[in-house]
């Protein structure tokens, strides 16, 4: 039996769960997400949480099980707290901003380069970091790793886009020079 998918889900005080045949929508004060019920699992709401439970013990039903607990998990905690990621820009010159749903960034590159923030994620940027955030916990890791994407950090000097707290291996330069 999965440890975590067996694990029942609470279900929040200012939040709503509908379980459909074939989906599963979760409401809060942030927000509404919806997913699809995978594969030879089933969804019920028992006691005010929610128990996943798989049809059989085959090879899809049982790797689907413990994952569709963590996306209703998931998307309770999105639509209550929320998920964000922050990005940190290390380089002279590297610079950023947001102005509405589009972050500028200046990179180093012959050209500024301009990023539409998908629908439902909000960027904001503070000196050097900035803080990508939304309800989606999928979409907000995905927004980080595109961002994250245009400049990865190099092993030299540690130029680029990295996570914050993010451990960069440096290399020593020309082994020549004493």
Do not use: C, W
């Not at 769960?17 to 509404?32: C, F, M, Q, R, W």
């Not at 940190?88 to 180093?108: A, C, D, N, P, Y």
């Not at 955030?133 to 979409?139: R, W």
């Amino acid at each position: 039996m999965s440890r975590i998918g067996k694990q029942p889900i609470s279900i929040p005080s200012g939040v709503t769960i509908t379980v459909d045949s074939s989906s599963v929508s979760v409401k809060g004060p942030k927000g509404e997400l919806s997913t699809s019920i995978l594969k030879g699992v089933t969804v019920s709401e028992e006691d005010g949480s929610i128990i996943v439970k798989r049809d059989n013990d085959e090879k899809i039903p049982k790797s689907n099980h413990g994952l569709m607990r963590t996306l209703i998990n998931n998307m309770v905690v999105g639509v209550t707290e929320g998920y964000s990621k922050k990005l940190e820009i290390t380089g002279v010159g590297f610079r950023h901003q947001v102005q509405g749903q589009t972050l500028k960034l200046t990179l180093g590159f012959s050209h500024e380069i301009e990023y539409k923030l998908p629908e439902g994620i909000q960027a904001s940027s503070e000196q050097n970091v900035i803080t990508v955030s939304g309800i989606d916990k999928q979409l907000v890791g995905q927004v980080a790793a595109e961002i994250r994407g245009f400049k990865k950090p190099e092993p030299y000097k540690g130029k680029g886009i990295a996570y914050v707290g993010e451990r960069i291996l440096r290399k020593s330069g020309k082994s020549g020079k004493e």
